[in-house]
């Protein structure tokens, strides 16, 4: 079964809405999450990282001011999108994965995110 | 970034063939792994070769590592309809082991 849930799967909304999307690890303690944004027939773009207790590290060219990450327990990251536009659109994807070397990433379902 | 460069970029097949996909990098790296995507959904993980292993085995995936020439296949024998769907690979860096760079995918259509 999944060991990471991701909700909503699916979001249509309004030009400037806010929209939160939830990542949680369901039978381990994730310390680190990944966000990852995927457009059309392409491959995952990492967005940022998100670590329990501390701020998130978020890659070259993210706004961390539009792309709000918050991980306050060990099995719950949230990405929220702030004032979304057209332009925010895109399949967004989270991961988790077990403390130690060489484990792999466990991704949730995604969200499709349609602003109109 | 993308580091991984993979090919074909699409690859159409019969059920019962094999299907091979490649995948190259550029830095040193901690391990590489293939993961799987059917489309709209979120990504399986298939696989997992650490950088001192060659070659790995799990049911019908082969998965070969070479780091001199900095590649990996991925071999899928006897392939059946329900293989059809993007295949990724993305390798955990040795500076970053846990952060995943992903390559830009193989679209598998096996035709039943």
């Known amino acids: 079964g999944a060991v990471v849930s991701q909700h909503p ?3 249509i909304c309004k030009s400037g809405t806010s929209v939160k999307i939830e990542c949680r690890s369901l039978d381990f303690q994730a310390t680190t999450m990944f966000w990852y ?6 491959s995952l773009m990492l ?3 998100s670590n329990e207790g501390s701020k998130a590290t978020y890659e070259q060219g993210v706004e961390k001011d539009k792309f709000l990450i918050n991980h306050a327990s060990l099995t719950l990251s949230t990405l929220t999108v702030t004032s979304a536009h057209p332009e925010d659109s895109s399949f967004y994807i989270c ?3 077990r403390t130690g070397n060489n484990q792999p990433q466990h991704f949730g379902d995604g969200t499709r995110l349609s602003i109109l | ?4 460069e993979e090919d074909p970029q699409a690859l159409s097949i019969q059920e019962g063939e094999n299907a091979t996909m490649n995948c190259s990098y550029k830095t040193s790296i901690n391990n590489l792994q293939w993961y799987r995507q059917n489309s709209g959904r979120g990504l399986v993980h298939l696989i997992l070769i650490r950088s001192n292993e060659r070659e790995k085995h799990s049911g019908r995936l082969r998965v070969t590592l070479d780091t001199s020439k900095k590649s990996s296949s991925l071999l899928i024998t006897a392939s059946r309809a329900a293989d059809t769907a993007s295949y990724f690979c993305a390798t955990a860096d040795s500076g970053s082991a846990r952060q995943l ?6 679209q ?3 035709l039943p």
Do not use: D
């Not at chain 1, 944004?37 to 392409?42: A, D, L, S, V």
């Not at chain 2, 970034?1 to 991984?4: A, L, N, T, Y």
């Open chain 1, 9 to 11: 799967s699916r979001v």
């Open chain 1, 47 to 49: 967005m940022a990282t």
């Open chain 2, 101 to 106: 760079t992903f390559g830009s995918g193989t």
């Open chain 2, 108 to 110: 598998l259509t096996v």
């Open chain 1, 95 to 97: 991961s988790a994965t």
């Open chain 1, 37 to 42: 944004r995927q457009f059309p027939k392409q």
């Open chain 2, 1 to 4: 970034s993308q580091q991984g």
